[in-house]
Structures are given as C-alpha cells and as structure tokens.
C-alpha cells in the first residue's frame, strides 16, 4: 500500500513537495511518480532505481527531483518553478525490481499505485 501526501495549489514559480510512505520495504524496488491531467493519459515523471539511479521525462528535467529514504520506506518528489502544465494528480508506483528498465514510463510495469494527490499550479 502507498499513501501520497503534499499536493495543493501553488502559483507559477512556486514549489511542493510530495510524499508517498509505503507499508513494506522499497528500498529494492524500482519507484516513481506519475502523473495525469484531466482528459489526458497517464504519464511517466520520474523514476529511482534500488541504486538511486533517477530518470526524469523531459519536462521536468531541473525542475523536479525525486528521492527515497530506505529506512523510512519513504519516497519523495520536490518539484519547484512549477509551471500551470504541471497541474495534475500525481501518484506514486512501485514495482518489485532492482532496476526501472528502458520502459519506465510505462504505468502497466508497476504493479502497486497509491491514491493520487492533486497539484494544481495556477
């Protein structure tokens, strides 16, 4: 189980940050975010490996970093100079494998989703 927490509303420029803590050990999973505006698919944000290796789409490359806490079973996403693109429901995902793979922005390798959190960026 995934539980997101931290998303709001926010002006262009401003910053957030979201949290998902999992009920279980992600420390050797690959983990991510996720996002979907409305009327639009769901699409990759970013990804870190059980190395902390990170992959970021394009769009938010310098803008948003995410990170883990292994002991915490916590993982992270600090976004900032957030742009009204950004607005969306963001999930968190896990899958349990060491490595994210060349196909990490596709949402069907990830088996366990958390509930979503809204930012809206205005």
């Known amino acids: 189980q995934l539980v997101e927490s931290g998303g709001g509303s926010v002006e262009a420029g401003g910053s957030l940050t979201l949290t998902c803590v999992a009920h279980g050990n992600i420390r050797h999973s690959c983990a991510g975010w996720f996002r979907q505006a409305p009327g639009k698919e769901r699409e990759g944000v970013a990804v870190?490996?059980?190395?902390?290796?990170?992959t970021y789409t394009e769009s938010v490359k310098g803008r948003f970093t995410i990170s883990r806490d292994g002991a915490k079973n916590t993982l992270y996403q600090q976004m900032s100079s957030l742009i009204p693109e950004d607005t969306s429901v963001y999930y968190c995902?896990?899958?349990?494998?060491?490595?994210?793979?060349?196909?990490?922005?596709?949402?069907?390798?990830?088996?366990?989703w958390g509930q979503g959190t809204q930012v809206t960026v205005s």
């Open positions: 870190i490996d059980s190395f902390d290796q990170k």
């Open positions: 995902a896990t899958r349990p494998v060491p490595f994210c793979g060349n196909y990490w922005y596709s949402d069907a390798q990830f088996n366990t």
